[in-house]
């Protein structure tokens, strides 16, 4: 059948050139291609009335940055120089931040946006935007598409990326995610029990529950899933050797009615096993005899007498399944908070920690890098903290969120604060504290204007440099040199740098041969021009 579409489209074209001809003046043609160009564009995905916001203007005369607020530094473990991270500010401004020190180095986004409910959870340019606003939709849309945009550039190659939402954008966040991401890097979308019970005041349907969305950077680089088995789980079939190291024993899971008579090699049927119980396969005949031909399963004989042997092995872990049910609700993430503060109504509909925790484990990694660029209330924060205490793990953070009430300052950072120290900022105890050391940053501004634009720019690269490396520079273990002066001092003084771990140094120091073999074994790191090339280009400052 013919392309409806495509007719009308050709026939508006050949309109178009036609009138090329007859307008030839710059102008008109300009006008022209415009037209062309709307008209060639992609034709199958959303469509929507792109906005601006006043966050995105500011960035096309002033350069963001960032500030540390020192005073802020929490160092709970001492005997580690790695630090996670809390951005306060508009989350554009640190996404466009991080893509300078964190392009393709990020394993794990969780992000939990407005969902744009019509309510009080979404406001777009200062503005709430009310379900009554005919723009609603792509108001979120446009506001979506900038920061996951930028999201898709700090994924590493095996990086994946989980979006809560409900139904109120759900389905247009679907397609916005297969335009930016890739349809065939989309995963599936998890359903999580955010509540049970209740409901009772619904005037339809009592809704219990949200949407995450999975896609992953490449899934063809993504390593097959599974989730490292719990204590709970293990105990119901656990084979522990001499070593006390637990193994899967497929014999040791009786399912009560599959047993079947298994053929020796001679011929001879074997009923029972060592012990004289039934023989019992989890799956299937088919499934065992797939086993015994793999290796993984042998009949051998034994003091004379035919048995089964199974190849002991160290489980991978339990295939995560798409509808979660037993990862906590909306009022068990109001209870953690509740018990960090000590006090109620600190924050509405809070994820819980156990959900970000098995979303997080859903990667491999046990030193991951998680970024969560609408942190809220700190959650991801703390489920980090707990999952490296539970598996030995490593992973570190990056936290991004504004101030607006001073969410950042009296919400997220006072949480992250009292699950590190163990008090609550009352000095009361909460915990035992989870070692951890964090920096806190503050989004500021340069005009591109500025006549100091070069030196205004660099006195904000130390905190690039922390960020990008994730340690502290304190001209200590870790040192930074921005000029030759600088340089020599340090050659001068070489031998007072007993700690010494990484030296940092601007592209432009011009190193001598005896600078350049001083530092033969020391890590050293070029620094780019403050990080902020481009910029200086398009002020003129670097050709």
Aim: negative net charge.
């Amino acid at each position: 059948m013919a392309n409806l579409s495509q007719k009308k489209r050709k026939k508006m074209l050949d309109f178009l050139k036609t009138l090329k001809q007859q307008h030839s003046d710059d102008e008109s043609l300009m006008a022209i291609n415009e037209i062309e160009k709307e008209l060639t564009a992609k034709k199958y995905g959303l469509v929507w009335e792109e906005h601006e916001e006043e966050v995105d203007v500011k960035m096309q005369t002033h350069i963001p940055v960032f500030t540390e607020d020192k005073e802020k530094e929490i160092v709970g473990n001492p005997e580690s120089d790695e630090y996670d991270f809390l951005l306060e500010g508009d989350n554009l401004h640190s996404l466009k931040l991080l893509e300078k020190t964190h392009k393709g180095k990020i394993d794990v986004i969780y992000i939990d946006p407005p969902y744009n409910t019509g309510g009080k959870d979404f406001e777009y340019n200062d503005k709430l935007v009310v379900y009554e606003d005919t723009f609603r939709h792509s108001k979120w849309l446009s506001f979506m598409e900038k920061r996951l945009k930028m999201a898709k550039k700090l994924l590493s190659k095996q990086g994946m990326i989980f979006i809560s939402i409900d139904d109120n954008e759900h389905s247009q966040l679907k397609i916005l995610c297969d335009s930016i991401f890739g349809e065939q890097n989309y995963v599936t979308s998890l359903i999580w029990q955010k509540k049970k019970g209740g409901g009772n005041d619904s005037r339809y349907v009592a809704t219990e529950h949200e949407y995450i969305l999975f896609y992953t950077y490449n899934k063809d680089d993504l390593d097959k899933i599974f989730i490292p088995y719990g204590d709970e789980y293990i105990t119901r079939y656990k084979e522990t050797d001499e070593k006390g190291r637990f193994f899967w024993d497929t014999f040791k899971r009786k399912s009560g009615k599959q047993y079947y008579a298994i053929t020796c090699p001679d011929g001879t049927i074997l009923e029972n096993d060592e012990n004289g119980e039934p023989i019992s396969w989890l799956r299937s005949e088919k499934r065992f005899l797939s086993d015994l031909q793999e290796g993984e399963v042998r009949i051998i004989k034994v003091n004379g007498k035919w048995t089964v042997h199974f190849k002991q092995r160290q489980p991978k872990g339990y295939k995560p399944r798409s509808i979660m049910t037993d990862y906590g609700t909306t009022s068990d993430g109001a209870a953690e908070l509740k018990r960090v503060f000590n006090i109620t109504n600190v924050f509405s509909n809070p994820k819980p920690v156990s959900l970000v925790k098995y979303l997080i484990k859903f990667s491999s990694n046990k030193n991951a890098l998680v970024l969560d660029f609408f942190a809220g209330s700190g959650t991801t924060g703390q489920a980090v903290l707990e999952l490296n205490q539970e598996d030995g793990g490593n992973r570190k953070f990056i936290l991004c969120t504004n101030n607006e009430n001073n969410i950042c300052e009296e919400v997220t950072y006072q949480r992250l604060k009292t699950v590190i120290t163990g008090l609550r900022a009352d000095t009361s105890q909460y915990s035992d504290g989870l070692p951890s050391n964090l920096k806190y940053y503050k989004t500021d501004f340069i005009s591109k204007d500025s006549e100091e634009l070069y030196d205004d720019l660099l006195d904000h690269t130390v905190e690039m440099i922390q960020l990008q490396y994730g340690v502290k520079v304190d001209n200590e273990k870790y040192v930074i040199i921005m000029d030759d002066d600088e340089m020599d001092e340090f050659e001068k003084n070489f031998q007072k740098y007993t700690e010494l771990k990484a030296l940092f140094i601007n592209q432009d120091v011009l190193l001598t041969t005896a600078q350049e073999k001083l530092l033969s074994n020391v890590n050293t790191f070029i620094i780019p021009d403050c990080y902020f090339d481009f910029e200086l280009r398009e002020a003129g400052e670097l050709w």
